[in-house]
């Protein structure tokens, strides 16, 4: 028999909203013929709308569809993202923002903050945020995409968008199906499996029609409703590193536009605002061992800055990954694989993780075991690595003025975070993992932001002419500059890609 005989031919998405689509898409941009794509969705079924902000990877996702920006900005009423601004987080009173992209532009074998550090620790350097592109556009609410001249000062940052989710997965349905993926309206009833093998056969809907796949991808959700529900796949919790399991989501109205995510730290978990175009999404992460749901609830609404539009919506979770992402012939992607809170805004890049980790390792009907396991390695591996990052945020809090921020404080860690927070302290190195999302410019703005200084400076410092800090000056003045030749994020994107709301 022939290798191509062995070709995948059917392959059923359960599941839609984000995760669904994008899998749908991505799916049946690279299958352009010999397989059928479907999916399997409620309409009565909601879905979970915390991913409205991303990070600069999506642009990758979306240009590899051939999607072109500007229409999808318009379509998803979105807008543009710099970076997260974190208040609250270290010290009460205290905020620092994340940029996307570098600080500066790398100029010397010395990286720039071991510079900024020398001059900061002389008093003759301000915060770090204050040498970095993305925040010289975002503190003055300006947006253009990065110039593509590596001498400018404006190719040293990278943005992403915030969006209306659920537009993004109406979006990338139409795109899907203009690719022929056929869309099926009902709710899954019943999972088959074969006897011998455990393989899922087939699934039957509530009205009795039942559906067979070579393939099947679980966009279920939480529920994993194939990865767990039939296949019993099991659940690794991490929810004593991120204690934050419930949260309160509601819109307002766009007040400020900013080009970047806030992230507030409060008594027991965090509050988001991302700003859209037709509306500014909020929500309240928290810890339910530390507050009582109403007060979670109260909490946010005092802390609106504009009034709400509609009741507050209540989301549970818990923070973890499923022990395997790929099980026999079901493989999770999004909330059905695991969760990790929105804090630096990962849901959707996992969903775009998962589908780029399948393309790369496509099976044919054999399923050697072989795929399936560098795809569970790759996916594990990653999830971590992130997971670390968020810990972070959380561990290297100063805070003692309440139980949860106490906790954190002193909690014990992965000891693959414990090394990266010990190298940075010591001599401010950033130890990174070949398989990091988040680059060396994120950490240093956690470890920096969140008072982890290094105890000394790179010893190369000590070799080198340059001065600390008149460069860093010349550095902020450059940048102070280009800033206000940017237009502002509203005209921007009024000009651009103005929704039609």
């Known amino acids: 028999m022939q290798a191509h ?4 031919r059917r392959i059923i998405i359960v599941g839609g909203g984000t995760a669904g689509w994008m899998t749908a898409a991505a799916l049946s941009n690279a299958l352009q013929q010999g397989c059928e794509i ?3 969705e409620s309409a009565e079924i909601g879905t979970v709308g915390v991913g409205e902000a991303t990070i600069p990877p999506i642009k990758v996702f979306n240009q590899s569809l051939g999607i072109d920006e500007n229409e999808f900005v318009k379509f998803t009423q979105g807008s543009f993202k710099l970076g997260i601004e974190f208040v ?7 905020r620092y923002f994340h940029p996307f992209g570098s600080y500066g532009r790398q100029f010397d074998v010395v990286n720039l903050h071991h510079y900024w550090q020398d001059a900061h620790s002389q008093g003759k350097a301000s915060s770090l945020e204050n040498y970095c592109m993305a925040w010289a556009a975002a503190k003055t609410g300006r947006f253009a995409p990065p110039m593509t001249d ?4 404006l190719s040293t940052y990278e943005y992403a968008y915030h969006f209306d989710a659920s537009l993004y997965a109406k979006f990338l349905r139409q795109y899907s199906e203009k690719r022929n993926v056929t869309r099926i309206e009902g709710k899954v009833t019943e999972v088959k499996q074969a006897a011998d093998s455990g393989f899922v056969q087939s699934v039957t809907l509530e009205n009795g029609d039942s559906y067979a796949a070579d393939l099947f991808i679980d966009c279920s959700g939480f529920r994993g409703l194939l990865i767990e529900g039939a296949l019993k796949t099991g659940y690794q919790d991490w929810s004593h590193w991120l204690p934050c399991d419930s949260a309160w989501a509601v819109p307002t109205a766009t007040t400020e536009f900013n080009p970047y995510t806030r992230s507030t730290a409060h008594t027991a978990g965090w509050q988001w605002r991302i700003p859209l175009q037709h509306r500014t999404g909020n929500g309240h992460v928290y810890s339910s061992q530390y507050m009582q749901d109403s007060a979670a609830c109260d909490l946010l609404m005092q802390h609106l800055d504009s009034p709400a539009l509609t009741d507050p919506k209540q989301l549970r979770f818990k923070t973890g990954r499923r022990k395997l992402f790929w099980n026999k012939n079901v493989v999770a992607i999004g909330l059905s694989s ?8 990962t849901s959707i890049h996992l969903i775009q993780a998962g589908i780029a980790k399948l393309l790369a390792l496509f099976p044919n009907r054999d399923f050697d075991p072989l795929v399936t396991e560098e795809y569970n390695r790759i996916a594990i591996h990653e999830i971590e690595n992130i997971r670390d990052f968020l810990i972070l945020h959380y561990r290297l809090t100063e805070r003692d003025d309440s139980e949860m921020w106490r906790y954190c404080a002193n909690m014990a860690i992965p000891d693959s975070l414990n090394y990266k927070i010990e190298h940075f302290k010591r001599f401010g190195r950033l130890i990174r993992d070949d398989k990091d999302l988040f680059g060396n410019a994120s950490w240093l703005a956690v470890h920096i932001g969140q008072f982890n200084s290094p105890q000394q400076n790179d010893p ?15 550095l902020n003045t450059a940048m102070t500059a280009a800033a206000q030749r940017l237009p ?11 929704a039609s709301i």
């Open 5 to 8: 005989d062995r070709n995948i």
């Open 38 to 40: 479907s999916l399997i």
């Open 88 to 94: 609250n987080w270290g010290r009460l009173g205290h």
């Open 150 to 153: 590596p001498r400018n000062v």
């Open 338 to 345: 695991g969760f990790l809170e929105p804090l630096e805004s």
């Open 460 to 474: 190369l410092m000590s070799f080198r002419q340059k001065d600390s800090v008149s460069w860093l000056n010349k």
């Open 488 to 498: 502002s994020h509203r005209e921007y994107v009024e000009r651009f890609c103005k």
